[in-house]
């Protein structure tokens, strides 16, 4: 038996370490511990519910737009607040792009290099390269001196012996398997991606007014006003922008990602059965189709044990949170998050990156349950309910994707689905898009201006006491925030985000989360190089924020890093 660490993991927003045990080369257990602290809902209480929304947003540098939603939605409920039709859009518009934008990302920036070896790039022939991208795709750059361009770049760049973040890559491992001319492509889109990805979110520009944290939300609506006739307000110019900028967003989905990611794929099918995981998946549906949040296009839902003929309805009272392996003090009972608390309370192992104890308490991680169980969410967690709930488009786009890889529906409960998955919903939230813009030019013209429910403004209008949930299914799965307010303040505020769901530990009763119980059964090729396990990890894309400064009760700093 060996026991391997990896810490930190890499190409992910925050701080993960995962400690395994493998035996007969492959993983027998897992442990996923969050080495960073946040505890920003404790800033909260005492506050304005209205203004919880730029708070929240702080919770991560890449998460800011689905914390806002999720926020102003928290506080919505509570108080019984209808959202206009016009504020609904928009806001399907601003975190629609967001996913988009993220899982572009996402594919090419922090997964693809799991699959793609770019030191093979350097081998292609680059007309052999324009062959294989013109056989997938009519995308303009398909030529040979356009792929030789990016190779001779990709020399220079290797030349120069400063690789960055591509220095300690585990180049030529024997798990990766693309040819080179593969992976030559995959490298030029690689660069694509990083000035198409800084185009298209000029939207939240537009309608947030900055991009990260955009400015805009605001409890009841949105605070960007309608005025076809001024140059401050939500004009014809920049609607048009927009959908210029949603049809670019479009194109490059359909002719890069899609096409990529299933010639990467067709490559690595035995990843089909490879990290499937707890097989309980969980959504909050997402995209309002009327005013009030009503109606939503991607449905919500519960599929247990990988059954995909029940979708069993959601229930925010049956969420509850453990802290038995979590540094946070706890009476030993799980707790709803309107009953919820953030008090740290680390117990592990100073300095902190020697073996954990995995008896105890290990990660800053909580271990949130659904009716006492785990559960993965995600992009997977999302298209397997909306295909088990008969959603026409999702239905549509899977059964392509698995025909063109030859595969059957089993295929998706496992790391190669999770990631197609990721895709799926990119093409289907690409495809929408230029839809919900249509239906918010069409609502304006025909003279509904209404950007913003005012009824309920006034503190004074409110009741003594409320409590309320919001509800937002992000890049990263189901997010939720709950809310107390009581005289008008935040009495208390707490998260349950999506990497909390999938990064969880284990709860009182043993059970793993998402991350631990899909690392179950990876096969290694060499435990120092664990380039496998990276795969499994990185296709559920975890953000565990941004930074912490630990301190102790006196201010006083514990711990300090230096990077040399």
């Known amino acids: 038996m060996a026991k391997i660490v990896i810490d930190p993991i890499t190409r992910i927003e925050g701080h993960l370490r995962i400690q395994a045990e493998v035996n007969d080369g492959r993983v027998t257990e897992a442990w996923s511990s969050s080495t960073m602290f946040r505890g920003i809902e404790k800033i909260l209480q005492g506050r304005d519910p209205r203004d919880a929304w730029y708070f929240t947003q702080r919770f991560c540098g890449v998460c800011t737009t689905v914390h806002s939603i999720a926020s102003v939605r928290a506080v919505e409920n509570a108080l019984n607040i209808t959202v206009p039709y016009n504020a609904e859009m928009i806001r399907n518009i601003i975190i629609g792009i967001q996913l988009v934008q993220d899982h572009v990302i996402h594919f090419y920036h922090l997964h693809a290099l799991d699959w793609v070896d770019i030191t093979s790039a350097l081998k292609a022939d680059p007309a052999g390269t324009a062959a294989l991208a013109a056989s997938l795709s009519p995308w303009p750059l398909n030529s040979a001196t356009y792929f030789k361009g990016v190779q001779e770049k990709l020399t220079a760049f290797v030349a120069k012996g ?6 300690n890559a585990y180049w030529g491992h024997p798990a990766y398997k693309l040819p080179p001319e593969a992976n030559l492509m995959a490298t030029a889109h690689y660069l694509e991606a990083l000035d198409w990805q800084r185009e298209v979110i000029k939207i939240h520009a537009i309608l947030g007014s900055k991009n990260p944290h ?27 922008e927009i959908g210029g900028l949603l049809k670019k967003a479009k194109s490059f989905v359909e002719q890069v990602y899609i096409p990529d990611l299933l010639a990467v794929a067709s490559y690595y099918k035995e990843w089909a059965g490879i990290g499937g995981g707890i097989g309980n998946y ?46 946070y003090e706890g009476d030993g009972q799980p707790h709803h998050p309107w009953d919820g608390s953030t008090e740290a309370h680390y117990t592990g192992p100073t300095p902190p990156y020697a073996m954990l104890d995995t ?21 997977l ?46 093409l289907l939230v690409a495809q929408e898009l230029p839809l919900w813009l249509g239906k918010l030019i069409a609502n304006i013209k025909g003279g509904d201006l209404t950007i913003h429910n005012n009824e309920k403004w006034d503190p004074e209008s409110w009741p003594r006491e409320a409590a309320g949930y919001g509800f937002h299914d992000a890049p990263r799965g189901a997010l939720g925030h709950w809310i107390r307010i009581k005289d008008g303040q935040i009495l208390n505020y707490q998260a349950v985000v999506p990497s909390t769901w999938n990064a969880s530990p284990r709860d009182a009763r043993g059970q793993t989360g998402a991350y631990e119980a899909a690392l179950v059964g990876t096969p290694l090729h060499d435990p120092a190089k664990p380039l496998e396990i990276l795969r499994t990890i990185h296709s559920f894309d975890p953000c565990l924020a941004c930074a912490v400064h630990l301190v102790d009760p006196g201010g006083n700093e514990l711990i300090k890093v230096q990077v040399s």
């Open 214 to 240: 955009p400015q805009t939300f605001v409890v009841g609506g949105m605070a960007i006003p309608i005025d076809l006739n001024s140059q401050n307000g939500l004009n014809a110019d920049k609607l048009a």
């Open 282 to 327: 969980m959504t909050y549906g997402e995209y309002p189709q009327a005013a009030g949040g009503k109606k939503l296009w991607f449905p919500s839902g519960i599929i247990l044990n990988r059954d995909l003929s029940r979708v069993h309805p959601v229930d925010h009272r049956k969420v509850a949170e453990y802290v038995d392996h979590s540094w």
């Open 381 to 426: 967690a999302k298209i397997l309910v909306a295909y088990a709930s008969g959603h026409v488009p999702t239905k549509g786009a899977v059964d392509m994707v698995l025909n063109k890889l030859g595969v059957g529906p089993e295929a998706l409960f496992s790391t190669l689905g999770r990631t197609a998955a990721r895709g799926i919903e990119t």
């Open 359 to 379: 008896n105890q308490k290990y990660s800053w991680v909580k271990a949130p349950r659904y009716g006492g169980q785990a559960m993965e969410v995600g992009p």
């Open 162 to 167: 400063r690789l960055g973040p591509f220095a």
